[in-house]
């Protein structure tokens, strides 16, 4: 049985937009280069239509897919001129996308929010046999040690109430999960940013857990270890290197053997 969406994102789904670090382009150069056609790719859970956009260079059609009306209404916004992207309101576990059509499956940081047996059947409905299904998320960021010790402070202590229980899949590198695919070895990616404060302090407003602690406490917690940031950061506008780690893991469905020709 489907779970219910939970949707802890739309509330924020404008600063989703400005504030979250961008995917690196060559992630989708490499994801193209696995697929033996490139007709259709499948962004499910799009959020605001970061990897939709990236894939709309590699792919004839994109098909951008989220349970969440908001989000959805501000990825339509955003890419409103990029014509070969078809946005549609639909839970990963039950789509009205054509059974054996799509080269690449994406899913980029959402996947813990998925009923993971429901998304499981789906793809191998939708994924055509040689496609390719692609998942990765991102956990906390490097900037400085005492930066990093700050934001792991706010992240693992302040917070840790707040967070949902799915965020330790996150954090589990997504180990534990397996598709009934052929999982490949990926090489290695990260995203990076070059920040000033108050990018970084809208990245870190966007969290979950920080507007789930705002509303519950007021915030004054999470307030005092943004002040610790800044006074660790410098001059506000000061800019500085900020990397993330990607976790991706890659499966490729097999195509069926010819029973004639094997």
Not at 38 to 54: I, K, L, R, V, Y
Not at 87 to 104: G, H, Q, Y
Not at 123 to 138: N, T
Not at 185 to 205: A, C, H, I, N, R
């Amino acid at each position: 049985m489907t779970q219910q969406f939970k949707d802890y994102f739309s509330g924020a789904s404008k600063d989703y937009s400005i504030y979250r670090p961008h995917y690196p382009s060559e992630l989708f150069i490499y994801l193209a280069s696995l697929s033996e056609c490139h007709e259709t790719a499948w962004d499910c859970a799009t959020g605001t239509g970061q990897t939709a956009q990236s894939l709309s260079s590699l792919y004839k059609m994109v098909i951008a897919t989220d349970a969440s009306q908001t989000q959805l209404a501000q990825a339509r916004h955003l890419l409103t001129e990029i014509e070969n992207i078809n946005f549609k309101i639909m839970p990963a576990e039950n789509t009205d996308i054509e059974s054996s059509s799509v080269d690449l499956i994406t899913v980029s940081q959402a996947l813990h929010w998925f009923d993971l047996e429901g998304f499981s059947v789906e793809v191998d409905r939708v994924l055509k046999p040689g496609g390719v299904l692609a998942v990765w998320a991102y956990d906390l960021m490097a900037i400085t040690p005492a930066i990093d010790d700050v934001v792991s402070y706010l992240y693992h202590t302040v917070l840790d109430s707040y967070w949902p229980v799915e965020r330790k899949m996150i954090e589990n590198g997504y180990r534990d999960i397996a598709f009934p695919f052929n999982e490949i070895e990926v090489p290695v990616f990260q995203m990076k940013q070059q920040w000033d404060l108050s990018q970084l302090t809208g990245y870190l407003k966007t969290w979950s857990s920080i507007r789930r602690q705002l509303l519950t406490t007021g915030g004054g917690l999470v307030q005092s270890e943004l002040n610790n940031i800044s006074e660790l950061w410098g001059p506000v506008e000061r800019k500085r290197t900020i990397t993330w780690p990607l976790v991706l893991k890659v499966w490729l469905k097999q195509a069926k053997k010819n029973p004639v020709t094997g």
